[in-house]
């Protein structure tokens, strides 16, 4: 059984769309992440959810607004998007406070 | 802030020799401390942590990593690497919160040679 799994695992789109990427988790964790990774495989927390309220917002533009409808999912939504937001966005899980966090396979993000 | 510093962007070695990847951490309290590995076109996987207790964590994949409070590091070791090890390999450091969100270093590329 896959523990965190993403939809789509490609996106392909043209500046300006309007997109989501979705993330469930089956691990029962009270907490979830989206993470950025760069063309240079350089990984930077984006937002944090502990059971459903937000945590985080590590000053990511407002076009990107998370969606958690319930423990076990929090989805991305991105707005007008950017040739700058192509990249790999990664979503995480975790349940204590020892912050170990499992990854989903992540979305590959192109914009054109 | 806390931050995390992986000098080595590439490391080549032969297989069958040992490796040993450098992580050095900034972080006022006690962190937590993690190496993800993340082979070509998938997610991340968890190798090891360290929270608390025996400062040499064994991981998977016979990877281990020894916490150094004095030296701010935690660098992850294996005494034979395989072919299959050629990955990108992450550390990264915690605090005491779950809900805080991981910092990353910039990763190192492990390349091995035949």
């Known amino acids: 059984d896959t523990a965190v799994s993403q939809t789509p695992k490609y996106l392909v789109t043209q500046m300006g769309n309007d997109k989501s990427i979705k993330c469930e988790q089956n691990?029962?964790?009270?907490?979830m992440y989206w993470y950025k990774q760069d063309s240079k495989k350089f990984l930077k927390i984006m937002f944090s959810?502990?059971?459903?309220?937000?945590?985080i917002n590590e000053t990511v533009p407002n076009r990107f607004s998370p969606k958690s409808p319930d423990k076990a999912h929090l989805n991305l939504h991105i707005n007008s998007l950017e040739l700058g937001d192509s990249a790999v966005y990664f979503c995480a899980s975790s349940q204590d406070v020892s912050g170990t966090q499992y990854f989903g396979p992540g979305t590959r993000l192109l914009v054109l | 802030a806390q931050s995390v510093t992986q000098p080595d962007i590439h490391i080549t070695v032969s297989e069958g020799a040992s490796l040993e990847l450098r992580c050095n951490y900034s972080y006022g309290a006690t962190p937590y401390l993690f190496w993800y590995v993340q082979s070509p076109g998938q997610g991340l996987q968890l190798l090891l942590k360290y929270f608390s207790g025996d400062t040499l964590v064994q991981g998977i994949k016979g990877f281990e990593a020894e916490f150094k409070r004095s030296q701010s590091s935690f660098n992850l070791r294996k005494p034979s690497v395989h072919w299959s090890d050629a990955a990108e390999y992450f550390c990264?450091?915690?605090?005491?919160?779950?809900?805080?969100?991981?910092?990353f270093g910039k990763g190192t590329h492990l390349i091995i040679q035949p």
């Open positions: 959810y502990n059971n459903k309220e937000l945590i």
């Open positions: 990264a450091v915690a605090s005491g919160g779950g809900a805080d969100g991981l910092t």
């Open positions: 691990l029962g964790h009270d907490t």
